[in-house]
């Protein structure tokens, strides 16, 4: 009907209301009027029976349910992600993976029931989603250590480079006893920052052994905060891997009657409010999550319409400096 009122076929009127840039302006005002003045809303189960996609877009978070909803930084990129979903036709469902129950994830993925997946907090340990890359169009938040190789897409931010300007803040404070609590070492974040500290310290031949690990979470910036004063070496530098982990930091130092940054300058990673509450307020490097979201799910969707996208997408972080290191 709309055909027959716009004076055009069938496929041009699936052209215009699938956005095809083949037809011309002319055209498109005469379809959308007839679009207007009949009242058609596309049959969306019609349209996925015809191109063989679900329109629908995974989130799979291969972690616990209490992490996902404490981590300031998991819930920032699923804004974006969420954001910029909102502007297209795609529908978004999330996925909370189990370690027990691998398959159950795979299986669903690689059902037909999503045309693509975003991975957000991955581990190495994650093996079946490097597998499910090789089949659906899958798009990483980070860079993946267990995935398809050649075929891989990811959005990542400057984790290394971050981590790096951070020390070399320190060391331009004429700080030269450094120490790190470092993220989980089978995360990307994790070891990329570690990296990124070992290289400035090394570059200036300082010591870059005093080193403790917590798994993002408060709680395991603590323990690994009393587990490095107790080794009783000397302290004045401290770089913490992310925000979550230094506000652990902070009440051990407190406790033990430490100034920040008096007796020692502490830098964080993130940039969320974890940060900014702190007493004193909390030098960290700024990491746009939310443009990650976003960027991650402009990906896919160019993946899975077969356009033309860069399969790595490195986003820029930034030093903020506050009270703890000024």
Known sequence: MVAALAGVSRAT???????????????VERVNEAIASLNYVPNRAARTL???????????????????????????????IALHLADTDYTLTMLIASDDTPEKTQRYLLGGNVDGALVVSHHSGDHSLGEVSRTLPVVFGGRPLAAGGALTYYV???????????????????LRQHGTIAGPQDMPPGL????????????????????????????????????????????????????????GVYSVLHERGLAIPANIAVVGFDDNFYGATATPPLTTVRQPSNEMGAKMAEVLVRVIEQRDVP??????????????AG
């Open 192 to 247: 990329d920052r570690l990296a990124g500290w070992r290289d400035a310290l090394d570059a200036e031949g300082l010591d870059s052994t005093l080193v403790e690990c917590g798994d993002f979470t408060p709680e395991s910036g603590a323990a690994a905060m009393i587990r490095m004063l107790d080794r009783g070496r000397p302290l004045d530098a401290l770089f913490v891997a992310n925000d979550q982990m230094a506000a």
């Open 156 to 174: 990542d931010v400057d984790n290394y480079g971050g981590a790096r300007a951070a020390t070399e803040h320190l060391l331009g404070r004429g």
């Open 50 to 80: 015809a191109s063989r996609r679900t329109r629908t877009i995974a989130l799979v978070m291969p972690e616990s349910t209490a992490k996902l909803f404490s981590d300031p930084f998991l819930a920032s990129v699923t804004q974006g």
């Open 13 to 27: 009127v699936s052209r215009v209301v699938n956005n095809s840039p083949k037809v011309s302006v002319r055209v």
């Open 311 to 324: 399969r790595v997408t490195v986003l820029p972080t930034e030093l903020v400096v506050r009270g703890s």
